[in-house]
């Protein structure tokens, strides 16, 4: 072990001999060097390898690489030219030949000890992996650094020896190919002779050809395949426009091999929608693939026309494609105080070929899933370019969008396609068009008789008659609409009240029922007696059948605080006890202590604390000694309570956070 330590540390001795004379590092600093190499060296020799001291060994040297570079800089301008440091270079090299003396120049006066610590870091790598063939981090950490360090021909050698050990690793295949295309650009600050080394078509053609041949189903292979010949041949409308500004951009046959490898992958992955629309997302992201893209989508067409997904991407594909930007110059009475005309850009956007293309995916494909995602896109599409921007200059192509989904939900009652998702987007689109009491009656409807049983449905009626009395409370009226018919003209309270009794105890939407309700009467300030024990039978039903966090993501200790807060502003400190009571002696939070987090918790255990510590205080101040004492019982025995809670729950944290407030306490 020893001696293929010191033949490592020999073959050291020129390159930092060399760094050493240039000034890089000091005597000191190349002793120092040496010793911390032996040290590593030794921990790479020993019986059983490990992987943390290679990496550590490497990265401590891509560091004293970083440390060289900079010096060598400094050194630089610390000179003042860099003819005074050729000149010191070749007075400490004083062998050189009068034929010699003439190469030695600024382009070409590197030395042994310049690229010494890079090849030293590739051969740590390069020791690494023969002992873990299988560790694909390893290699790509190998890569990593070589193109920091812009080792390119190593790069080559890396990749290629990645790949004969991982051939199903496409990522690396992905790799080698796009090094090999687009080769690398020099950074600002690099020799002249260093810039733009570009790649080779043919090699990364030859990469993704042998990638594919043994990973024919893979949908990430194929798509970069298609998107290289696609760059390939924006590279080669760009040499054609520098050589020849007035060439036509477009070329016959130009799209040809993009169209073969298309039909190649769709044979290679038969009947998947996804993969089809990831790659006509990968034709739409170059400019002119007009042809390739109606190919893909015939293939849509004709492959799945009883896909909803490929009819959305149709429609979407044909609204993007008939984008027409049209310039817009102002005269010189409004232009700016420079009387500069500035050129505004709008567009106009003809929807009317993506609505036929929806209105024929609902007539051919009468299912529930085509309706839902028609009507799913539409508001989001009438949202994000017309809600949200300045509506002003769409008006006929919102009252178009607005007509065909009022023709879908209509189509929809008419055909018996009913479901959850398309109840919520018609309320939704009602609300939006300024029909809320139609939007309440379409809820009120579904929750009767159509789904009586999913919560979402009477959460969604409930806040629409909470909307209705808050319009109400605030104008004296309802809205503008038709008077609200009274068999419908209830409140949230009995809305929910009426959820509960409906929605099964089993299903998980009962405890999103049971926050309502108990949001909506703990919102109601009149004191009521069967207000509050309907109120209290609420919360208890709530810790009973929750976890800390119920499905509508609201925290159960959001809602043990509300009930704190309302008890002792109701009933003071006998309200609050009894919260606490409830809380931590009879509910069930211990029973589930697996899904306990006391992290959630831990404003309430505070709030409680804190009401007890108080009530001490008080009593303390009044010279209450007999409540005094009663109260430092009390908090003693919540503190146990709350450190037993958090030692089943595990949380050892949390536990000796309130075992030390108690002794503190104590």
Known sequence: MAEVVLKILDDMVMPLRDLMDKGIFSEDEIHAIVERRRQSEYLLQRRVARKGDFLRYAETEMAMERLRFLRYKKLLLGRGTDGRLIRDYKKKNTSVSANEDKKYTKKNMSSIGDAHIVKHVHFIFRRAKRKWKDDVSLHLAHAAFAKQARSYRELGKIYAEALQIHPRNTSLWIEAASHEFFGYVAEEGDEKESYGKRGSIANARVLLQRGLRINKS?????????????HYVQMQRGRRLVLNPDAAVQVENE???PGLIYRNAI???PKDISFCLKLLNACMAFPH???IESVILLSLERDFGENADAWIARALFEFESAQIP???NLDSNQASSDDKKIKVLSRVKPISGMLNILAQATENLKTVEMFEKCASFLMTFLHEKFVSQDCQHYTSSLYQVTNVLETLFATSQRESLHSVALVL??????CNTARPVQAEEVLRNAAVKLYTTDSQVWIAWSNHACRRHLITARNGNITNDDILPKHTNESPVSILRRAEKSVPMYKSGH????VQLFDQLIQ???PCLRREGEMENVFLKILLLSSTVTNAGISICDICLQYLSHNVTTTGLKGGRHVCDVVLFRSNLTSTSEDFDCDDMKRFFDAVILLETNAIALASKENLFQICLDGKKRLKKLYSAIISLCSSANDKVMMNYYVRRKVQND
């Open 218 to 230: 893979s949908q990430e292979l194929w798509i970069q395949y298609f998107t290289l010949e696609w």
């Open 255 to 257: 799209d040809m091999l």
């Open 267 to 269: 044979k290679a992955i």
């Open 289 to 291: 693939t007009s042809n």
């Open 326 to 328: 049209i310039g817009v």
């Open 425 to 430: 987007k018609h309320s939704e689109f009602l």
């Open 511 to 514: 405890v999103d029922i049971l």
């Open 524 to 526: 109601n300030k009149e």
